[in-house]
């Protein structure tokens, strides 16, 4: 049993971000991480795999070369092998292109379940599992808390309005876990080591048979601007709870929030 | 001819809530460029109730799927509809089953994607989207390219448009094409049911939410009072709903709902940006926290530094003798 684990590098969650003149994330501007909900579904892997219902883990990425230290902070948490999808054509690439190039990859890697976070920090989307799916032909079981194997399918258990239900789905599969999966192992220091010096495969478009003509981003940004900025909270602070309670109710009735 | 169609859930019978907001949504898009709104109705009286979009904004209706099989099994009749009538735009609610709905057109056409957005415009028949990105620090503003086809898939988070009232009118009903697709595989064996039917945060205009602060199920029974003084719900985040005070169901944020009321009340809630996500639409926020220094106290219009344990109680009291007299 071989799962994948896609995981994306993405600018750090609280870092100041901006954009390039061509509107392009400024990639060199902030500290790189991995994809906080990936690393959910990289510790749902290893946890497969400790569990014995998995004997192989590969994480795979696609980015510039940088992307590469994604793939080494995820093998220094566990796992086999990794690689990286890079190619200088792919600058600009939006959710229709990226699934088509992970697709191929997952093509080529041939996993049972090809394992995904949630959502990308800074696409907010979640639509490349279920792209990814479309492309390969593939059941999609996105949003799980869990992922579950059994013999010949996989199951999530995933959020619904009064409680939980149990999907299911014969492998191969395309699967997307949540942050209800368990909190994500540190890497330890040995594993950082271990990561440091293991040899990543590396593939281009080409080797991926895919070509840049056919791989034409289908939406492009042509804005950006900051938000506007909100003027500072009104305080209330060093008075008795009665006296906060009042002032409270006052401003909600000022602006008509109480019926 | 520019059609926009929209996804709309049914839920036991009747068209969800964000059903209802992306008719009126997709009625106004459609009419700035000369055609109607499409529903592609799916779920439990799909069949039944499809006609009745009408009296919600829609033109059509064309039925994918009227049982109660997860949503994204559809997904066969769903890409087969979209190709046949090739709409210029087709809007997804941003929730799980409407993005898996959503994703799964984009690998399949091919399309552009958008969202979840703020805002669409039509500019000279060019549909441009604008979106809250990377946290809320940028507002982008994106559009398809030239080779994208005909359609473009836009998500939509629950309050950006507002149901019509007062409609009356029927869709013209049709039966949707189909065509094979791997998620006619995928099934539900199991459903758990932990709570009883919990309030829509989505719809709610008042949410008062609760965090760590507010301290175990006691804290919250106090949060219900407050919340039913208001004539609002109560939501959490996510370190409440993980302490299991809350269910799931309820967590606000990057991970759970994003939310929209005129009013939000978070008590005992640091402001975690991946809180502040599923929040910051809100029209007025209010906090109550102890910490002078938390970040919530950077997005609130009013920010109130004391002890939650004293003040929700005496608060709640105000506003119900308020409200009496
Ligand atoms: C990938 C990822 C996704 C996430 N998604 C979400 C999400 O969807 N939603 C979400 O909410 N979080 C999410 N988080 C978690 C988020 O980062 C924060 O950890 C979480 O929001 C903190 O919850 P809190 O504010 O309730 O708790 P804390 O940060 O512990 O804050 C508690 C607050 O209560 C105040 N307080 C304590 N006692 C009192 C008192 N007696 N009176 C008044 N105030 C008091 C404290 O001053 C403090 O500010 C996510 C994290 C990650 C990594
Ligand atoms: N460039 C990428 N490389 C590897 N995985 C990705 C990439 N982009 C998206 N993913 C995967 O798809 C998930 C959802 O991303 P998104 O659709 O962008 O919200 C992420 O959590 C990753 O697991």
Same mark, same amino acid.
């Given at each position: 049993?071989?799962?994948?684990?896609?995981?994306?590098?993405?600018?750090?969650?609280?870092?100041?971000?901006?954009?390039?003149?061509?509107?392009?994330?400024?990639?060199?501007?902030?500290?790189?991480?991995?994809?906080?909900?990936?690393?959910?579904?990289?510790?749902?892997?290893?946890?497969?795999?400790?569990?014995?219902?998995?004997?192989?883990?590969?994480?795979?990425?696609?980015?510039?070369? &940088? +992307?590469?230290? !994604? %793939? $080494?902070?995820?093998?220094?948490?566990?796992?086999?092998?990794?690689?990286?999808? @890079? /190619?200088? #054509?792919?600058?600009?690439?939006?959710?229709?292109?990226?699934?088509?190039?992970?697709?191929?990859?997952?093509?080529?890697?041939?996993?049972?379940?090809?394992?995904?976070?949630?959502?990308?920090?800074?696409?907010?989307?979640?639509?490349?599992? &279920? +792209?990814?799916? !479309? %492309? $390969?032909?593939?059941?999609?079981?996105?949003?799980?808390?869990?992922?579950?194997? @059994? /013999?010949? #399918?996989?199951?999530?258990?995933?959020?619904?309005?009064?409680?939980?239900?149990?999907?299911?789905?014969?492998?191969?599969?395309?699967?997307?876990?949540?942050?209800?999966?368990?909190?994500?192992?540190?890497?330890?220091?040995?594993?950082?080591?271990? +990561?440091?010096?293991?040899?990543?495969?590396?593939?281009?478009?080409?080797?991926?048979?895919?070509?840049?003509?056919?791989?034409? #981003?289908?939406?492009?940004?042509?804005?950006?601007?900051?938000?506007?900025?909100?003027?500072?909270?009104?305080?209330?602070?060093?008075?008795?709870?009665?006296?906060?309670?009042?002032?409270?109710?006052?401003?909600?009735?000022?602006?008509?929030?109480? +019926? | 001819?520019?059609?926009?169609?929209?996804?709309?859930?049914?839920?036991?019978?009747?068209?969800?809530?964000?059903?209802?907001?992306?008719?009126?949504?997709?009625?106004?898009?459609?009419?700035?460029?000369?055609?109607?709104?499409?529903?592609?109705?799916?779920?439990?009286?799909?069949?039944?109730?499809?006609?009745?979009?009408?009296?919600?904004?829609?033109?059509?209706?064309?039925?994918?799927?009227?049982?109660?099989?997860?949503?994204?099994?559809?997904?066969?009749?769903?890409?087969?509809?979209?190709?046949?009538?090739?709409?210029?735009?087709?809007?997804?609610?941003?929730?799980?089953?409407?993005?898996?709905?959503?994703?799964?057109?984009?690998?399949?056409?091919?399309?552009?994607?958008?969202?979840?957005?703020?805002?669409?415009?039509?500019?000279?028949?060019?549909?441009?989207?604008?979106?809250?990105?990377?946290?809320?620090?940028?507002?982008?503003?994106?559009?398809?390219?030239?080779?994208?086809?005909?359609?473009?898939?836009?998500?939509?988070?629950?309050?950006?448009?507002?149901?019509?009232?007062?409609?009356?009118?029927?869709?013209?009903?049709?039966?949707?094409?189909?065509?094979?697709?791997?998620?006619?595989?995928?099934?539900?064996?199991?459903?758990?049911?932990?709570?009883?039917?919990?309030?829509?945060?989505?719809?709610?205009?008042?949410?008062?939410?609760?965090?760590?602060?507010?301290?175990?199920?006691?804290?919250?029974?106090?949060?219900?009072?407050?919340?039913?003084?208001?004539?609002?719900?109560?939501?959490?985040?996510?370190?409440?709903?993980?302490?299991?005070?809350?269910?799931?169901?309820?967590?606000?944020?990057?991970?759970?709902?994003?939310?929209?009321?005129?009013?939000?009340?978070?008590?005992?809630?640091?402001?975690?940006?991946?809180?502040?996500?599923?929040?910051?639409?809100?029209?007025?926020?209010?906090?109550?926290?102890?910490?002078?220094?938390?970040?919530?106290?950077?997005?609130?219009?009013?920010?109130?530094?004391?002890?939650?344990?004293?003040?929700?109680?005496?608060?709640?009291?105000?506003?119900?003798?308020?409200?009496?007299?």
């Amino acid at each position: 049993m071989k799962i994948a684990v896609c995981v994306k590098q993405v600018p750090a969650t609280t870092a100041e971000k901006r954009y390039t003149p061509d509107l392009r994330l400024d990639r060199t501007a902030t500290e790189a991480i991995v994809n906080p909900l990936d690393e959910y579904a990289i510790e749902q892997a290893l946890r497969l795999k400790e569990a014995g219902q998995a004997d192989e883990i590969v994480f795979l990425s696609m980015g510039p070369e &940088g +992307a590469a230290e !994604a %793939v $080494r902070r995820a093998l220094a948490m566990g796992g086999d092998a990794g690689v990286l999808v @890079t /190619d200088p #054509a792919l600058a600009g690439a939006d959710e229709w292109v990226t699934a088509k190039v992970l697709a191929a990859a997952l093509d080529k890697l041939a996993p049972e379940v090809s394992l995904m976070g949630m959502a990308s920090d800074d696409a907010r989307g979640s639509l490349v599992p &279920g +792209a990814v799916a !479309a %492309v $390969r032909g593939l059941p999609l079981l996105a949003y799980g808390s869990e992922l579950r194997l @059994t /013999d010949g #399918a996989a199951q999530v258990r995933r959020l619904n309005p009064t409680g939980f239900d149990i999907l299911e789905a014969p492998l191969p599969v395309v699967a997307s876990v949540t942050d209800q999966v368990g909190e994500p192992r540190y890497a330890s220091l040995k594993g950082i080591m271990a +990561a440091r010096r293991m040899e990543l495969t590396t593939w281009s478009l080409a080797d991926l048979g895919l070509e840049a003509a056919a791989l034409t #981003a289908r939406s492009r940004m042509v804005e950006a601007r900051p938000p506007a900025t909100k003027p500072p909270a009104e305080r209330i602070t060093g008075v008795g709870a009665d006296e906060a309670a009042t002032r409270i109710t006052d401003w909600l009735a000022s602006r008509k929030l109480i +019926a | 001819m520019a059609d926009v169609a929209f996804l709309a859930e049914f839920v036991d019978g009747a068209p969800s809530r964000s059903a209802l907001e992306l008719a009126a949504g997709a009625a106004e898009l459609a009419a700035a460029g000369g055609g109607v709104a499409v529903g592609l109705a799916y779920g439990p009286g799909a069949g039944e109730g499809a006609g009745a979009l009408g009296a919600a904004g829609a033109g059509r209706a064309v039925v994918l799927g009227s049982d109660a099989a997860p949503a994204v099994t559809v997904a066969g009749p769903l890409v087969a509809s979209v190709r046949e009538a090739a709409p210029q735009a087709v809007l997804a609610p941003a929730t799980p089953n409407g993005r898996d709905l959503a994703a799964i057109l984009v690998g399949s056409l091919g399309a552009a994607a958008f969202g979840p957005i703020r805002a669409v415009r039509m500019e000279g028949g060019q549909i441009r989207c604008e979106m809250s990105t990377l946290q809320g620090s940028v507002i982008t503003v994106s559009e398809p390219t030239s080779e994208a086809p005909a359609t473009a898939v836009i998500l939509v988070s629950a309050g950006t448009y507002a149901p019509r009232e007062g409609g009356s009118g029927s869709a013209a009903v049709s039966a949707a094409p189909t065509e094979d697709s791997p998620q006619s595989s995928v099934r539900v064996v199991e459903t758990q049911a932990e709570t009883a039917a919990i309030a829509a945060l989505e719809e709610a205009d008042v949410i008062v939410a609760g965090g760590r602060g507010v301290g175990g199920e006691a804290g919250f029974a106090e949060l219900e009072k407050l919340a039913a003084a208001l004539g609002g719900v109560v939501g959490a985040s996510r370190a409440a709903a993980d302490a299991g005070w809350v269910p799931y169901q309820l967590q606000i944020g990057q991970t759970g709902k994003v939310v929209k009321p005129a009013l939000y009340m978070a008590v005992g809630i640091s402001g975690a940006i991946q809180h502040r996500v599923g929040m910051q639409a809100a029209e007025h926020v209010v906090a109550i926290n102890r910490d002078p220094d938390a970040p919530i106290g950077e997005f609130a219009d009013l920010f109130v530094v004391g002890d939650l344990f004293e003040i929700v109680p005496r608060l709640t009291a105000q506003i119900e003798q308020r409200r009496g007299a």
